[in-house]
């Protein structure tokens, strides 16, 4: 079979698919027009990447052949940069990639590619790379999301940091701040969640205010996410918090609730 190159583009977190031709503007449509294949689709599992062990589950939509993955740290070096044999793995079938990094450096970004067993390949790039934002609480009335003046300082030491963070990180993408709001026990679930989502929205609405020029969202998870399990009714202090996490993709939280409602300001 004639070799063939390709180009793919990063559009947010996914490569275009490409065939491999000569001539990849012109191949696009001839090659597989020929072959009569449907697009090739690449798909990572995100539940299933695990940065501590160095690896991750990878879908292919047609018969496999092989898949490269190239992991970037936060620095911008390279960690890894590496090809796995996957000849005759059906189409949809589990592909476990791992990789062997050359340092202990913070994973940034993955870029992965599976190249199919007609010589055609698509890649996907993910983005796991999030940064929590040490900081002092705000603290809030009793049932009210109102932030008093005396709170103010504080979020204007948040706001340095944060804005420190990013001029650090310029090379990850759009970065967004994920505002997540928390409780303690004490009342109901579901004024729990509706009390930590409205401090969410507002400490949001503060950094919005105050000049952030990148995306801010919020999501209120009230007692379901605890730092330190209680049972019902109990005022833990270190479970009344906001988290502040500067990520890509969105951040995942342990929580006994549904998948998160991220809204922006």
Do not use: C
Not at 76 to 89: M, N, P, Q, R, T
């Amino acid at each position: 079979m004639k070799h063939r190159t390709a180009w793919a583009l990063v559009l947010g977190a996914a490569f275009a698919v490409a065939p491999r031709g000569a001539q990849a503007d012109l191949a696009l449509d001839d090659s597989a027009s020929e072959k009569k294949l449907p697009p090739l689709k690449v798909s990572i599992d995100k539940a299933k990447v695990d940065l501590d062990d160095h690896r991750l589950e990878v879908k292919l939509s047609r018969e496999a052949a092989s898949v490269k993955i190239k992991v970037w740290g936060e620095s911008g070096a390279v960690l890894a940069d590496e090809e796995h044999d996957f000849s005759g793995k059906a189409a949809g079938a589990a592909l476990l990639v791992t990789w062997k990094p050359s340092s202990d450096e913070k994973v940034a970004k993955i870029h992965v590619f599976g190249y199919d067993a007609h010589g055609y390949y698509s890649g996907v790039a993910i983005v796991p790379w999030a940064l929590s934002i040490p900081h002092e609480e705000v603290n809030f009335e009793t049932n009210s999301a109102k932030i008093r003046e005396s709170e103010v300082p504080k979020l204007e030491a948040s706001y340095k940091l944060v804005t420190e963070a990013l001029a650090k990180h310029q090379n990850l993408g759009t970065i967004t701040l994920f505002i997540a709001g928390h409780t303690d026990t004490v009342g109901t679930a579901a004024h729990n969640q509706a009390l930590s989502r409205r401090r969410a929205q507002t400490i949001a609405a503060w950094f919005r205010k105050r000049g952030l020029k990148i995306p801010v969202a919020y999501e209120g998870f009230g007692e379901s996410s605890p730092l330190v399990k209680t049972k019902d009714e109990v005022a833990e202090a270190r479970n009344r918090r906001v988290d502040y996490v500067l990520s890509v993709e969105e951040p995942r939280f342990k929580t006994r609730s549904g998948k998160p409602a991220w809204k922006r300001v």
